[in-house]
């Protein structure tokens, strides 16, 4: 149980396009959401949090108009990178907590988005 | 806002060899959690911990949450060449559903 699925796990994009990552849990309602990047040989750092039905939380330092997230469902969120620039080359991970067989699950994580702008 | 640091940054062990890391915190923690990254993967879960001097084994995996709350180790039995990857702890504080992450210990086995 607890799957989370992301998508794609790569894509290439051409400078000033925008593009949307999917994050989706597979067995389980994810009241919360959370998409993280993470630069080569550096840990997690936390850009969102969303809940299901409300604006996203973004952290300090994080435009929320550039990286546009979307938690529409219990088992679906979404991340637009808008008008996508190099430096947004990066991996993008989400991962999702919520209700399990009626417990609360830890969060369970996709495999990751490698985006690359070019 | 809330550090986890963990120590050590990187290790080189042979095979069969026990590993053991540590993440400690300026602040206390409520859960503590740790998980494996394999290169282009998302981290997956190891081991939960919910209780101050909990022990939690997972197979070859034991974990500890600290007395203080500030601190938990990660020891990993006879290791083989799939134990390699990067091994993070996190943690969440009381009334904050997000995860701080530490900095990682990156783990390779020499044959």
């Known amino acids: 149980g607890a799957v989370v699925s992301q998508h794609p796990s790569w894509v290439i994009c051409k400078s000033g396009t925008s593009v949307k990552i999917e994050c989706r849990s597979l067995d389980f309602q994810a009241t919360t959401m959370f998409w993280y990047r993470q630069f080569p040989k550096q840990s997690l750092m936390l850009m969102a949090t969303s809940n299901e039905g409300s604006k996203a939380t973004y952290e300090q330092g994080v435009e929320k108009d550039k990286f546009l997230i979307n938690h529409a469902s219990l088992t679906l969120s979404t991340l637009t990178v808008t008008s996508a620039h190099p430096e947004d080359s990066s991996f993008y991970i989400c991962?999702?907590?919520?209700?399990?067989?009626?417990?609360?699950?830890?969060?369970?994580f996709g495999q990751g988005t490698r985006l690359t702008v070019v | 806002g809330q550090q986890l640091n963990q120590s050590p940054q990187s290790m080189f062990i042979q095979e069969g060899e026990d590993v053991s890391m540590n993440c400690t915190s300026s602040?206390?923690?409520?859960?503590w959690l740790w998980y494996k990254q394999e290169p282009g993967e998302g981290p997956v879960l190891l081991i939960a911990l919910y209780k101050a001097g909990e022990l939690t084994s997972n197979g070859r995996l034991t974990a500890q949450f600290g007395i203080t709350r500030k601190d938990s180790f990660l020891n990993i039995s006879a290791s083989i060449p799939s134990d390699v990857g990067i091994y993070f702890c996190?943690?969440?504080?009381?009334?904050?559903?997000?995860?701080?992450f530490g900095t990682g210990t990156r783990l390779t086995i020499i044959p």
């Open positions: 991962s999702a907590r919520g209700l399990l067989d009626g417990t609360n699950t830890e969060a369970f």
């Open positions: 602040s206390i923690f409520n859960t």
């Open positions: 996190a943690g969440t504080y009381f009334g904050n559903e997000k995860l701080t």
